[in-house]
């Protein structure tokens, strides 16, 4: 089946510096890529959309400049939290869409959980 | 705008005995429908589709959900369910946007 990998799986930083998410697309090329957020017990809430080679477009409330998202190649989208605050620990994951013959479904990668001090 | 409603937030069960999680959808337009499983601390894993055709579908661990556009239903079902099933399941819809509309998820607890 379709993979999607993440890295880091965790990561800790302190507040006020910045932390690079990648997502990856092993075994087919992404034409969307999809980021999530998910607080304890609560469903997934789309924080943005990328398609390859174009900006992303954010949700309401999502703010663009804090949650930079770039999907450089059909392979691999990144996100970024820039000037991270306790307020952004959460549990994010990343969704890609666009395997041949399963154009419809999004495949999901494992999550990164962030925890900021 | 379309919403997803997952009926039960905690379903707690004993192993071997069938269960049913609900989902309900807000559409008048067709859509794709997916349940997702999530276990502690892992990403979403993809139980089953439901995309054209027939309108019973299975999943390879004896899950199956069935879609009744009348209803704007698509029910998940296991006849047996066993302790590895514990985890939380998440309905999706997917609107003409080409987004995820999720529920709010079921927790299944399966119980010795």
Redesign the interface.
């Known amino acids: 089946g379709a993979v999607v990998s993440q890295h880091p799986s965790r990561v800790i930083c302190k507040s006020g510096t910045s932390v690079k998410i990648e997502c990856r697309s092993l075994d087919f090329q992404a034409t969307t890529m999809f980021w999530y957020r998910q607080f304890p017990k609560q469903s997934l809430m789309l924080m943005a959309t990328s398609n390859e080679g174009s900006k992303a477009t954010y949700e309401q409330g999502v703010e663009k400049d804090k949650f930079l998202i770039n999907h450089a190649s059909l392979t691999l989208s990144t996100l970024t939290v820039t000037s991270a605050h306790p307020e952004d620990s959460s549990f994010y994951i990343c969704s890609a869409r666009g395997k041949p013959g399963a154009e419809e479904t999004q495949y999901f990668g494992p999550g990164t959980r962030l925890l900021v001090l | 705008a379309q919403s997803v409603t997952q009926l039960d937030s905690q379903v707690p069960v004993f192993e071997e005995a069938p269960v049913e999680l609900r989902c309900n959808y807000s559409s008048s337009v067709s859509v ?1 429908l ?1 349940w ?1 499983v999530q276990y502690p ?6 139980l089953l ?1 439901y ?1 054209s055709g027939s309108t019973l579908v299975e999943s390879i661990n004896g899950f199956e959900a069935e879609f009744n556009k009348s209803q704007t239903s698509f029910h998940l079902r296991k006849p047996s369910v066993h302790i590895s099933d514990t985890a939380e399941y ?1 309905c999706a819809v ?1 609107n003409q946007g ?3 509309i ?4 079921t927790e299944l607890s399966v119980k010795p």
């Open positions: 794709y997916f997702y601390n892992q990403g979403l894993q993809l589709k995309l998440f997917r080409g987004k995820l999720f529920g709010q998820g």
